[in-house]
């Protein structure tokens, strides 16, 4: 993968390497005498201060670009997250309803049952019966609802854990960038105080 440096940070080496340049000449006019060795060495460090800032720079950069990729990552992330959470709270909700409503049904058929029996004339006792059979039918349908929902909670309590996983682990690797970054930041200016560490 490429990487870009600045426009600001390709110019500010070009000045500090033409900067370094003019200081050195100057000084070898200035001193006629002035060991060549010395300013050979010295003009090797500048040279190699310099090479580290750029990689620094263009590690700081692509370490940026990376950020911003688990920065995208994250809130695509959380949403996910969110929306099974509201999701899984939904299917609890009415698992716990359904739960709730069977024994009541169960009570009604019981009563009915024992309208059904006592009732003596045929007339009254038919829409008794046909009573008797809608409140059956719901009870079994509220049954057969617990089952597929108790899946549907725990298939959706495990997706839920794994995006959570995801989550920290996507969080943990961009604290770790962003570490990075402010080390590097700092060792471009070194007379800024060194920033608090994170227990």
Do not use: H, W
Request: hydrophobic share 35%.
């Amino acid at each position: 993968m490429k990487t870009r440096i600045p426009k600001g940070g390709l110019r500010l080496i070009v000045v500090v390497l033409f900067s370094v340049c003019l200081v050195s000449i100057a000084s070898g006019q200035a001193t006629k005498p002035a060991d060549d060795k010395d300013t050979l060495q010295a003009l090797l460090r500048e040279v190699s201060l310099l090479r580290q800032a750029l990689q620094t720079m263009q590690r700081m950069s692509v370490d940026t670009y990376r950020s911003q990729l688990l920065v995208d990552r994250i809130r695509v992330n959380r949403e996910d997250v969110r929306r099974l959470t509201a999701s899984l709270n939904e299917t609890r909700d009415t698992l716990r309803r359904t739960q709730q409503t069977i024994p009541t049904f169960t009570e009604q058929v019981k009563m009915e049952e024992t309208q059904v029996q006592l009732e003596v004339d045929p007339a009254k006792r038919a829409p008794l019966e046909f009573e008797l059979k809608r409140t059956k039918d719901a009870l079994e349908n509220y049954k057969s609802q617990i089952d597929p929902l108790k899946e549907r909670e725990q298939q959706l309590s495990a997706e839920l854990n794994k995006e959570k996983a995801e989550l920290d682990e996507l969080e943990g690797r961009l604290d770790l960038l962003e570490r990075g970054i402010e080390n590097d930041r700092q060792k471009l200016e070194p007379d800024k105080p060194a920033a608090p560490k994170n227990p």
